[in-house]
């Protein structure tokens, strides 16, 4: 008797022990899925229907999920359009495509496969498909109508009169363009020649004070030095090479060791240009030698306009010409 009820006991403690795992393993577990709605579900034939993919991704997934490739047609469904993927949180995923349908009556769009990467695999999630229905844009009661003929084609009115106009216009045209650039480069040169050539120079520098990339700042450093040395010994600088400025600036008396130091700056200008094209390598610039470039230029640019334009010597005082 004892025995028989400890193995009544001993039943009922297994079946109660068991009964969770049970319905552990009889619930359904959630898995991904794929909704397309369409906007409007009835349309006519050429009207664009929004067709809205909708992936909420299963459990364990590790990243987007990869939508089917719209390049081409989506059963007979004109694809005209496909929207970036969107999160919109809550493991969900939106992405909006376009459609075009040219036939009447119910048109199917096939389902189609949403790849969604796990750490195990790559799930394929199907669509249901979708029936739309599409109208025909003529009235209920016609449906065979018969088209009007096309006009046949009618030459335009255009005589001789017509083209030599055209060409008085374009002439004109031409005439004008070419005038106002004319004007625009003189008043261009007048406003240059109206500031001095030591004062466009400290302007020009200035601008470079913010500029951090090397092969821009040294361009216009060369371009801006170049035109100073231009308009103060008068001649052509900018089409110049950089032996050729060596010569003129040595032909006009200018002291050697002015000569020297613009030579300097304008090769170290021109060897930044062709080692940023590729054609020779250059060592970094060391941080703040723009602006001490830039100051090394000011000093220069001064110095030649003193040595132009020597001060005036002063008058000796009253006093000292009484007392001679």
Not at 200 to 207: F, I, T
Not at 215 to 234: C, I, P, Q, V, W
Not at 297 to 307: K, P, T, Y
Request: charged letters at 25%; one cysteine or more; aromatic letters at 4%.
């Amino acid at each position: 008797m004892k025995t028989a009820a400890i193995a009544v006991s001993l039943t009922l403690a297994g079946i109660l022990a068991l009964a969770p795992l049970g319905h552990a393993q009889l619930e359904p577990r959630p898995e991904g899925r794929v909704d397309i709605g369409v906007r409007p579900s009835e349309a006519e034939v050429g009207d664009v229907i929004v067709a809205t993919l909708t992936v909420t991704a299963p459990p364990g997934a590790i990243g987007p999920p990869v939508f089917p490739d719209w390049s081409e047609a989506w059963g007979e469904a004109e694809v005209r359009e496909a929207g970036p993927v969107e999160d919109t949180g809550g493991s969900r995923f939106q992405q909006k495509v376009r459609l075009t349908v040219f036939r009447t009556g119910g048109v199917v769009l096939p389902p189609v496969t949403v790849e969604v990467p796990t750490a195990k695999e790559v799930l394929l999630l199907p669509s249901k498909p979708l029936t739309l229905e599409i109208r025909s844009v003529l009235p209920p009661d016609v449906e065979n109508p018969n088209p009007r003929p096309p006009a046949p084609p009618r030459a335009l009115p255009i005589g001789e009169s017509f083209w030599r106009v055209t060409f008085a216009l374009v002439a004109a045209c031409l005439v004008a363009a070419v005038f106002l650039a004319r004007r625009r480069s003189q008043a261009r040169r007048a406003e240059i020649a109206a500031v001095p050539p030591l004062e466009a120079l400290a302007r020009g520098l200035e601008s470079l004070r913010n500029v951090e990339e090397c092969k821009a700042f040294h361009t216009s450093l060369s371009l801006y030095l170049r035109r100073f040395l231009g308009r103060s010994f008068s001649f052509p600088a900018l089409e110049s090479t950089t032996t050729e400025v060596r010569y003129k600036l040595t032909d006009t008396g200018t002291p050697r060791p002015l000569v020297s130091r613009a030579e300097k700056i304008l090769r170290h200008c021109d060897l930044v240009k062709f080692a940023q094209s590729g054609l020779a390598p250059l060592a970094p610039e060391p941080p703040g030698s723009l602006g001490a470039r830039l100051e090394e230029v000011l000093e220069l640019g001064r110095e030649l306009d003193q040595h132009l334009q020597p001060p005036e010597p002063t008058p000796p005082e009253q006093g000292t010409e009484q007392a001679a």
